[in-house]
């Protein structure tokens, strides 16, 4: 029990890197791990119905969209995040599903779209885990020459953010009647347009897709830079991080808390 007398637990998430990720390169050899792993729905799938069924609260799903000979063994051949947890939210009923979307490289509207659609698909379980493409490599594959500077990248995440959240609001809870005997399809007083204009981003709006049980994704963010931390403050509702001691992350928490405080934010008491 805290001292205010609430109980506390413990959130729980699987991340689930196949065949072998980051310090993990010899995964694939273990014989109890199927060689296609990362690229297999199937082990997928069973793997979040085992999570599902030991009350974990979601699996993650990592992503970056760069790879060189010498990535991870799960880098070179995985599946697309939003469509692999597409196929997890009708596999499963109540497991959240998270998964990384870069802001670097995807347009708001594009993001809105696909993880509303996640959203809706499983019933309001979706999560956005909100990244730059610290990868600099990454630039040679969308018709860049140079990648982001970090004052770029993380300005244009906060804007992409924003407008995505806008954009999950273009509809009301009731604005679909969709009575047969009216012949009312939509209540257009319902439905809003964003007209968005900002320093990155011009978007008019609004989504065409209906809200989700949970109104809009979590959003979850990955970034220990300075720029990174101060986005997290702003924006996340869940922060993936890694700590090798408890005193690292014990600093790290105490530290996003004092950021989202000094913003305005009122950041949970754990």
């Known amino acids: 029990m805290s001292a205010s007398g609430a109980s506390r637990q413990i959130k729980l998430g699987a991340v689930l890197t196949g065949v072998g990720g980051p310090g993990h390169f010899n995964t694939w050899l273990d014989p109890q791990i199927p060689t296609n792993a990362s690229i297999d ?153 964003l007209n968005h204009r900002g320093e990155y981003y011009h978007v008019e709006g609004p989504l065409n897709l209906s809200r989700s049980p949970q109104g809009q994704p979590v959003i979850f963010q990955a970034g220990d830079s300075e720029q990174g931390r101060d986005l997290g403050a702003e924006i996340g509702e869940g922060i993936f991080t890694h700590a090798p001691t408890i005193e690292i992350a014990q600093a790290f928490y105490a530290d996003i808390k004092s950021r989202a405080a000094a913003k305005g934010a009122t950041p949970t008491t754990f």
């Open 41 to 193: 729905i199937n082990w997928y799938i069973e793997q979040a119905r085992i999570a599902e069924e030991a009350k974990f609260d979601l699996v993650f799903i990592v992503d970056s969209q760069f790879i060189t000979a010498n990535s991870p063994p799960h880098y070179l051949n995985r599946l697309e995040p939003l469509t692999l947890l597409s196929a997890l939210a009708v596999s499963t009923k109540n497991i959240g599903l998270v998964g990384t979307l870069t802001t670097s490289y995807n347009d708001p509207f594009f993001i809105a779209r696909r993880f509303g659609s996640l959203d809706v698909i499983s019933g309001g379980r979706a999560g956005w885990n909100v990244v730059t493409s610290g990868d600099a490599g990454t630039a040679g594959n969308f018709s860049l020459d140079e990648h982001y500077d970090y004052d770029t990248r993380y300005g244009r995440a906060l804007e992409n953010v924003r407008v995505a959240q806008g954009l999950w609001d273009s509809y009301e809870d009731d604005a679909f009647p969709a009575d047969r005997e009216t012949k009312v399809f939509l209540d257009p007083s319902k439905q809003h347009t």
